[in-house]
């Protein structure tokens, strides 16, 4: 199909993604958290384990109230949780830190978690969505192929039922500034997202023959970027709004997000090994990104500052592909949670 036939003509800038992900990666390191959560309640998917386990420490290391850890397996979570108090030798206090149940491959647990929180936390400051998958195995579930389903349509689901709950904190604690934090990836760079150009987006992700491991991750990176963007445009909210949401960028880290794929090549660890960050530096992005100020409200976050996502997502093709994924994730969504979409005000 030539180029001009398309409706979305996606070209990413691949040099300049490189080498502003080359800089990143060997020149800078994101500081070490210093703002206290004291008072806080935080929640961070995906941390029995990784980058998420290394934010978790972080958060409690600054003091704050509460801290839940929403895990898959509670086993692991309180592993987690030990882990965490047998390194943080500053506190001692360990009914500070929960370990609840979160999978975000099942619609019911997302629900129930959501519901959990909605009724047994008094407030929640900080929701940081870490979860996620990248693998080369097809699966289906749910009707979706895993990747889509964990890192976006959940992960966007329970975005959507507790954006209420962090905007009620910030109403009765007013000294509170609350963030939504989705954990996204310079991988969002680098797609051409065919999968735009179907008339059902997600019909297409679901089309086995067009099926790659890390394309697939690539995309699920951008629809959280498109998705986030179009989300804080539309919102209906005060100036300035209750709630900070924003977009962070760990940088490439050691960790156990691509656990189920094959080992790499013997070049590609070698070049891992010169690249990766450790899972405490790319930590402190998501921290650094939960504190951040107002100014990062809609924003990417990345070595704990702004910066511009790709630059084709800033001209009338990106705002056409936010509006459609956009349109698209939020019928799926509504149809799992009936009334999710007026309760945030859109």
Known sequence: MAPESVEFPITPKLGAGLRLFFHSQLFV???L??????????????????LGLEAARHFYRLH????????????????????????????????????????????????AFADRVKTDLPRVDVLVENAGINTGDWVLIE?????????????????????????????????????LVIVSSEAHRLT?????????????????????????????KLIEVLFTREL??????????????????????????????????????????????????GGRTFVLAAAAPLSSHGEFQSDGANQNVEAWIYTDVGKRAQKKVFEQTVKILEARRPGVVKEVGL
């Not at 210093?34 to 990784?50: E, H, K, L, M, R």
């Not at 509670?74 to 830190?97: H, N």
């Not at 960028?249 to 070049?271: A, E, F, K, V, W």
């Open 232 to 281: 804080v445009s539309r919102l209906k909210t005060p100036s300035p709004p209750p709630v900070i949401i924003n977009l962070v960028n760990p940088g490439l880290c050691t960790s156990n997000l691509d656990r189920r794929g094959p080992q790499p090549p013997l070049l590609m660890r070698i070049l891992r090994r010169i690249l990766d960050r450790t899972t405490e530096v």
């Open 64 to 111: 704050c109230a509460r801290l839940i850890l929403a895990v898959r397996t509670i086993s692991k979570g309180e592993a987690a949780k030990e882990d965490i108090l047998r390194t943080v030798r500053q506190r001692t206090d360990p009914d500070a830190i929960e370990v609840w149940p979160l999978d975000l491959s099942s619609t019911a647990s997302t629900l």
């Open 29 to 31: 390191t994101p500081p």
């Open 143 to 179: 009707g979706y192929e895993q990747a889509v389903q964990v890192n976006v349509l959940n992960t966007f689901l329970l975005a959507l039922s507790l954006l209420p709950k962090l905007t009620h904190t910030k109403t009765v604690f007013p000294d509170s500034q609350p963030h």
């Open 192 to 220: 051409k997202f065919p999968e735009i150009n179907a008339p059902d987006l997600y019909a297409q992700l679901n089309n086995k023959a067009g099926f790659s491991q890390q394309p697939r991750y690539q995309a699920t």
């Open 33 to 50: 958290p210093t703002t206290s959560f004291a008072n806080q309640t935080i929640i961070v998917t995906g941390s029995n384990t990784g």
